[in-house]
């Protein structure tokens, strides 16, 4: 039966959600029940704060990543997330402001590391992304998303093989000859071949 072939007799056609949705809905109100229990919980907020952003709800993100930050526990990873709501909205010199501050709290925090790797290449500000990707290697060499990045990025634009040269050593420190990374892995296969 067609919308317009039902008779006003007819049930009303009521869309029934996803299992998946259900459960989102669940989980989320799961952390709003959390943080009307414990208002002041950096956690709730903080998870909360990633789930909407992670769902493209970047306004209401952005929101609670700032009344997460006002709380005592607040770490430099929200400003990352912080960062990552601005981006998502368009306001990317308040996104990379935002990620620089993280540094500025934490600098070895690889996340805001990539972040900023990640605005500059898309800028076309590629040393300054080999940099901070090369500086992500070297404040956690174990870190396989940061290694994997910077090797891409090698791979990516020849005139940057020296940041990736340079890097190597401690890559492969941290890694040896079998990474256990996928995405690594093939990166480091790829630009061995494409090295001989």
Known sequence: MTPSSRSSIDPPVIPVPSEGAVRLRAAEEAYRAGLAALPGSYPLRYHLATFLLERGRAA????????????????????????????????????IAEARRALGKEPGLVAARLFLAARHESRGKLVAAASELVAAVRS??????????????????????????????????????????????????RYRVRST
């Open 60 to 95: 209401e993100a952005l929101a609670e990543w700032d009344r997460a930050l006002v709380l005592p526990a607040a770490t430099a990873a929200a400003r990352v997330g912080r960062a990552r709501s601005l981006s998502a909205l368009g306001r990317e010199a308040e996104a």
């Open 140 to 189: 956690a060499p174990a870190d396989a998303a940061a290694a994997a990045s910077l090797v891409e990025l090698g791979l990516a634009y020849p005139a940057l093989r020296g940041h990736v040269e340079a890097s190597l050593p401690s890559i492969a420190a941290s890694f040896g000859k079998d990474p256990r990374d996928p995405r690594l892995s093939a990166a480091l296969a």
